[in-house]
């Protein structure tokens, strides 16, 4: 007997599908498989040449939305014309750094607009950051490498018998250098300043596997799924490029520690070095999915579905288990797209 | 849960392994995998079922017609790529 699917519109931003990508598009894909949902997508975009804006058979209609540096009162204009004329039923922001407007609007959306999302609280956002990832760490009952904050290169030269080269020199938000002596740390401290603004951290380097969880969080401590991979292939961005789903009881185990621990509420990626020894080493928590989430859709876990659903204040039920062994190779392709809807996304916003 | 089979007098093999008749070996753990030749293959299977580094001589050099030096060699060659792939874990 077939279910008859119910009629939703989902806006989504993160449509960046390029060789760093947003996870738009692999939240979209993973929304138009859902068994319980007939989804409308959205796409919400900072950018006039995101490719996501052309991908029409995934994305219904397109949005420019105001850079996430305005704040939150352009935000909140722009979405409540984009709801007059869609009647969106819920959100998806996938950037890390539009999330503090939009956990900022979530309440606002919900009142006013009846528009559902299903973030993280302010303070689970913030006790997260790499700056303070060490704390969150001990917390919350994970191992993570010593870090500290530094604002100037004279920081690093007095960090003294604190660290032992080679260090991690991370920016904020992104980029992360490996140092082998403070004056090449000082190096890329100037060059991640630059880009990232301050202040950069210093971590302590852990050699080992790379490993990654996705996972979503119900808010009250329960972790409604975890799919753990190791990348195969990586860009010279340190991107995953092909990846595959392992069979990891202790690192999914550890996953749903944080998630329990940080009663944490929404999708996440957690990232961990696991080093000679055995030992897991958070690394950094993003908190948003990431863009290898559908693998884990794959992987027999809908997380995206599974987010939508409790947006919505539908009962969810963990997932058990997943596909180990299941691959994901990404490929570049080149979308013709006539100048007409280039033209049409530059000057009306819309598409 | 037991992930491990007892096999030699210091070392175990991660009985999770996945060795398909192409002898294409996965593992499971760390997403590692690598092709190995009919040779391979049974010293897999026979590691899986517990065998001991003297069984193992005595399995090659009554199956493919080597004498027990080469095996040796051969053997220990073959452990060194097990280990670094996490296949055989030293106890």
Known sequence: MSTKKQKITVAVTGLNNIDSPGPGIPVIRALKESTAFEVRIIGLSYETLEPGLYMHDLVDKSYQIPMPSVGTQPLLERLHYIHQQ????VIIPNFDAELHNFIKVADILKNAYNIATFLPTQKQFESRHKSVLYEFGKENGVKVPFA????????????????????????????????????????????ISAKWGLPVIIQEFVSGNEVNVTAVGDGEGNCMGAVPMR??????????????SLADEKLVEIAQTVIANSKWKGGCELEFIKSKDGEYYLLEM???????????????????????????????????????????????????VNLSEFEKISTTGEL | MRTEVRTT??????????????????NPLTGDSFNTNRVGQEILRQLQKGASIDDLYKHLTDTFSVDKATAEKDLADFFMVLKSYQILIEV
């Open chain 2, 9 to 26: 007098a210091n070392m175990n093999i991660n009985k999770n392994i996945a060795i398909s008749e192409t002898g294409f070996v996965f």
């Open chain 1, 148 to 191: 500290k904050m530094v604002f100037s290169p004279n920081d690093i030269y007095q960090l003294g018998s604190e660290f032992t080269y080679p260090v991690a020199v991370k920016g904020k938000y992104y980029d992360a250098q490996i140092a082998s002596t403070p004056e090449q740390a000082v190096n890329y401290f100037y060059k």
């Open chain 1, 286 to 336: 993003n908190p948003r999915f990431p863009a290898w989430v559908y693998l884990a859709v794959g992987c027999g876990q809908n997380h995206p579905e599974a987010l939508v659903k409790m947006a919505l204040g539908k009962k969810v039920k963990p997932f058990k288990d997943y596909e180990v062994g299941k691959m994901f190779i990404r490929y570049s392709y080149d979308q013709i």
């Open chain 1, 231 to 244: 990348k195969l292939y990586i860009t010279d961005k340190g991107k995953a490029w092909a990846g595959i």
């Open chain 1, 86 to 89: 869609e009647k969106l039923d």
